[in-house]
């Protein structure tokens, strides 16, 4: 699992977790059916006026010689190209058995990643 980070329009923060599967130098996620409090999702009318986004993906042990942390920082659209959500909806499924049985409608999104930085306690 991992953390987007986005910014309203009005310059506050939001941070949800998200699933996510990687093509190259671009991640993906996807809105799926799972329960929302709204369909107007912060993350997209954030992405729409603000597409500067970041990822965080970390892990945690008692060991903290294990601990690590990547962050990918990059611009983020809502993918319009329908073979291209296919595909990212697929890569998303090898990765995530449960979207094997109920495919995600979407919206889809792309963030091309510009920047990547990380820290390991090792």
């Known amino acids: 699992m991992a953390h987007l980070a986005t910014v309203s329009a009005e310059g506050r ?7 996510f599967a990687l093509d190259g ?4 996620f996807v809105v799926d059916a799972k329960p929302k409090k709204t ?3 912060g993350r997209l009318k954030n992405i729409a006026s603000n597409p500067a ?4 993906v970390d892990h945690y042990e008692n060991d903290w010689t294990r601990l690590w942390w990547v962050r990918a920082d990059g611009n983020a659209h809502i993918v319009t190209d329908i073979s291209e959500a296919e595909r990212a909806i697929d890569r998303l499924a090898k990765r995530y058995p449960q979207y094997m049985t109920d495919r995600p409608a979407g919206p889809v999104v792309a ?8 820290w390991t306690g090792a």
């Open 13 to 19: 923060p939001h941070v949800v977790p998200i699933v």
């Open 25 to 28: 130098d671009t991640l993906y």
């Open 39 to 41: 369909a107007r999702l």
């Open 53 to 56: 986004v970041s990822v965080l």
């Open 111 to 118: 963030i091309h990643i510009d920047r990547l930085t990380g």
